[in-house]
């Protein structure tokens, strides 16, 4: 008996924990188990062709908000042209299990909940042809659909990247859990459901944390609701991680009221970009905060992300939730201005998903909450926002995202967003307009495009300063040596015989060029470019500005190729 265990993830970088879990927890003896990993950027008809090719009696599909689609068209088809059993387990099929199978003939069995238990029993009955009659695993004539919330032992379950081969995981990231559960109850988690904490013995945590660490894993992201509930034991960890990591990148999810100043120490004094932290504001709204049953302290939050924030070395997300109660369009550009001025690495403007199961989907009416049916199940309107409201604030994201995020424009908006806006949300209204009234938003742009039209944009306040701001981040933030476009051309590219005649000094090699110490003048002179501006861009100081650049990354986590002034 065959079983292939499928994972369809959201990208080619990502992996799919769950089937990882039953690849070494829940395969009878006898039976041969596969993983198969896509993702939905491939091509269906390459994914079932190959699916097909298996060859295999049962087929596992690990079900998510970002994949049911997909795996609909494939699992349907796959039923038509095989004999197979069609199962699908995961959070998007576990509390709606009722619904699937009114409206698909092809699936055989839901698993709902924690899998590793009840997949083995299944597996087991189907491998003796026996009657299936498991809690929480559902066919078209189950009686009862809900399901019953059972746990397992954690320390119980066998570590999921056992017996795989790591080569499946070069330049991949790797998911990874060291307690399962969450203490808090937001209304719009499904996390929610699921208040008991359970903690994997530290001991397992540690071999298994060096099992990444030797096998140079790139990035390890722990999938932990909140990673620091007990900071003593998170505290450990980092201690850990910090004593023996070399190349490998840890991703937490944090909440930040709860970090004290020794595990903040801890953060401050790792290498750079050894750590990323999640930190979810979602909002500052007090009744909002207040009706979605989160704990949080706005005030210490913020103090606590200023802190991470100091040293430059950790890589810092910050969330905010559109579309939740209570908080209007007013009140949500409070919330991101607030969230802007801290300064995070990255600001996600996330939207209010309304997962089967929560407190947030049974409170719908009350809420007189819209969206949509099909997944992601995200919010159309609400009694406070309705959906031009919405459509705006998705405007607003993918400028943040385009511009913020990407980091690429550091400089620029440090200096612009306040010279030219009352507040953050008012500078990227600004921009959203000029995207608007330019039908920016219906072309797809290069990197090059947005260096462009931010410079259109910023010409009329200040057009000598755009101008040079905008070409110093493009030069710090590209890997390029000589300017080629037009809005740089006024900036002065330093000739090549006083290029040689400068870097020719020991002096000058000795302060700014040790990394190519070994290099000859003419191999020195291909990695650099020397420039001159009429401003000073980090000072904004008007005076004339020699500036070395190398293609070398710098080393703080915000800054882009390394720079200095000369």
Known sequence: MKTTLVGINSAYTHTNLAIYYLFNNSIPKGIDAEIKQYNINMPKENVLDDLFSQKSDIYIFSCYIWNIEYILHIASSLKKITDAIIIFGGSEVSFNAKDYFDKYDFIDYIVAGEGEEI?????????????????????????????????????????PYKNVDMKEFENKIIYYESQRGCPYNCSYCLSELDKRLRFRDLKKVKEEIMFFIKNDIPLVKFIDR???????????????????SKHTKFHFEVCANLLDDEIIELFQSAPNDMFQLEVGLQSINENT???????????????????????????????????????????????????????????QLGFLKVLHGTMMEKSKDKY????????????????????????????????????????NFYNTLEYFVDKIAKTPYDFFEKLSIYFSKNELYKRSLSKEDLYEHLYYFLKPFDDNLAKNLISFDYLSYMKIRKPNKYFIEDIETVNKEKIFEIIKKEEFKNKY???????????????????????NPVTKEKKETYILFKNIKEDKVRMGYKFYII
Not at 229 to 240: G, L, S
Not at 296 to 311: D, F, H, P, R, S
Not at 379 to 386: A, R, V
Not at 514 to 534: A, C
């Open 513 to 535: 060029l040790k990394e190519y110490s070994t290099l000859s003048t003419k191999e020195i002179y291909k990695k650099i470019n020397i420039l001159k501006f009429f401003i």
């Open 119 to 159: 997949t083995l029993k299944l597996l087991s009955k189907l491998q003796k042809n026996e009657e299936v009659n498991i809690q929480n695993v559902f066919d078209k004539s189950s009686k009862d659909y809900t399901y019953i919330k059972q746990h397992i032992n954690f320390n119980d379950v066998i570590f």
């Open 226 to 244: 909140t990673f620091n509930a007990d900071n003593k034991r998170a505290k450990e960890i980092i201690r850990f991680i910090l004593d023996n």
């Open 368 to 407: 007189d909450l819209k969206y949509n049916n099909f997944t992601p199940y995200e919010i159309l309107s609400n009694k406070w926002m309705d959906y031009s409201d919405l459509s705006k604030l998705k405007d607003i994201e993918f400028l943040v995202d385009k511009y913020y995020n990407s980091n």
């Open 289 to 347: 905060i207040k009706e979605i049953n989160r704990t949080t302290n706005t005030e210490k939050i913020g103090q606590n992300v200023t802190k991470l924030l100091k040293n430059d070395n950790v890589h810092i997300h910050l969330d905010l939730i559109s579309g939740l109660p209570y908080e209007d369009i007013e009140s949500f550009k409070k919330s991101f201005d607030y969230a802007y001025n801290l300064k995070p690495h990255m600001l």
